[in-house]
């Protein structure tokens, strides 16, 4: 017999959800065990039947990693109850759900996968794996700006200082930033701390997968070369799920 699986890992790794989700799911009672109504913390025993509002949750065979250019207006859930998610809108014939958020306001790269360790390894924080955005802003970039959001900057609404970062000027009131860690709406309050309002923000890369000429709406699988080098940038990285409130876009 095999080793008992906790019931969020479970259904994670079944691809129904993150882990995140999976405990709400559980905390609701849409999740049975054998017929009994599932608590956090009750583990899986192979032959278990593990039901989600009556229909059977098996683990998916095939692992999934899709690229995707979100579009400014869709949200990164997998909520039905949201009009305009991005499950929904990607509408891909297998169940995926997204890695991590991107705000409904920014467009760009968002991934989308049925592997919940994959998804709690990339968007953990303490892995510090990088994420890079373009960002437009309502006024001149200047070397004083970039300098002082490259040092981390205090965000008064969060009571926290953003890690150092890389910045690089793009165009007059373009620049690039490369972060490692995700707080609530991070670039847009950085901005605000100096006085500059976001105009555009676009995520145009994850690790080394990057968007491309991928045509905004679209999206297409990873090629094996993509998944291999994302396998190999993440061994050593935490699965253990992002504490709630600290995953979100930018």
Same mark, same amino acid.
Request: aromatic share 6%; hydrophobic share 35%.
């Given at each position: 017999? &095999?080793?008992?699986?906790?019931?969020?890992?479970?259904?994670?790794?079944?691809?129904?959800? +993150?882990?995140?989700?999976?405990?709400?799911?559980?905390?609701?009672?849409?999740? *049975?065990?054998?017929?009994?109504?599932?608590? /956090?913390?009750?583990?899986?025993?192979?032959?278990?039947? =593990?039901?989600?509002?009556?229909?059977?949750?098996?683990? $998916?065979?095939? #692992?999934?990693?899709? =690229?995707? /250019?979100?579009? =400014?207006?869709?949200?990164?859930?997998? !909520?039905?109850?949201?009009?305009? /998610?991005? %499950?929904?809108? %990607?509408?891909? #014939?297998?169940?995926?759900?997204?890695? &991590?958020?991107?705000?409904?306001?920014?467009?760009?790269?968002?991934?989308? *996968?049925? !592997?919940?360790?994959? %998804? /709690?390894?990339?968007?953990?924080? +303490?892995?510090?794996?990088?994420?890079?955005?373009?960002?437009?802003?309502?006024?001149?970039?200047?070397? !004083?700006?970039?300098?002082?959001?490259?040092?981390?900057?205090?965000?008064? $609404?969060?009571?926290?200082?953003?890690? #150092?970062?890389?910045?690089?000027?793009? &165009?007059?009131?373009?620049?690039?930033?490369?972060? *490692?860690?995700?707080?609530?709406? !991070?670039?847009?309050?950085?901005?605000?701390?100096?006085?500059?309002?976001? %105009?555009? @923000?676009?995520?145009?890369?994850?690790?080394?997968?990057?968007? &491309?000429?991928?045509?905004?709406?679209?999206?297409?699988?990873?090629?094996?070369? $993509?998944?291999?080098?994302?396998?190999?940038? @993440?061994?050593?990285? +935490?699965?253990? #799920?992002?504490? +709630?409130?600290?995953?979100?876009?930018?």
């Amino acid at each position: 017999m &095999g080793d008992p699986v906790r019931i969020n890992k479970y259904l994670s790794e079944a691809g129904l959800c +993150s882990r995140r989700e999976a405990d709400r799911l559980v905390a609701e009672g849409s999740i *049975t065990i054998n017929g009994k109504t599932a608590v /956090n913390g009750d583990k899986v025993l192979p032959g278990d039947a =593990v039901m989600y509002r009556g229909k059977l949750v098996s683990k $998916e065979q095939e #692992p999934v990693l899709l =690229v995707v /250019n979100k579009p =400014v207006g869709i949200v990164c859930t997998a !909520q039905k109850r949201e009009q305009n /998610n991005l %499950v929904d809108f %990607v509408h891909y #014939p297998k169940r995926v759900y997204p890695v &991590g958020r991107l705000d409904k306001d920014s467009h760009g790269l968002i991934l989308m *996968t049925n !592997q919940g360790d994959l %998804v /709690n390894k990339i968007m953990r924080g +303490s892995n510090r794996h990088e994420k890079e955005y373009l960002v437009k802003v309502d006024r001149e970039v200047t070397a !004083q700006f970039l300098k002082k959001m490259s040092k981390g900057v205090y965000l008064k $609404e969060l009571d926290r200082t953003t890690r #150092p970062c890389r910045l690089e000027k793009a &165009g007059k009131d373009t620049f690039r930033i490369i972060l *490692t860690q995700g707080m609530n709406r !991070q670039i847009r309050r950085m901005c605000e701390a100096f006085q500059y309002r976001v %105009v555009d @923000l676009k995520r145009v890369r994850i690790m080394d997968i990057t968007l &491309g000429d991928l045509k905004e709406g679209a999206y297409r699988e990873a090629t094996q070369e $993509e998944w291999d080098r994302l396998q190999e940038q @993440l061994e050593g990285s +935490s699965s253990a #799920p992002v504490p +709630s409130g600290r995953r979100h876009g930018r």
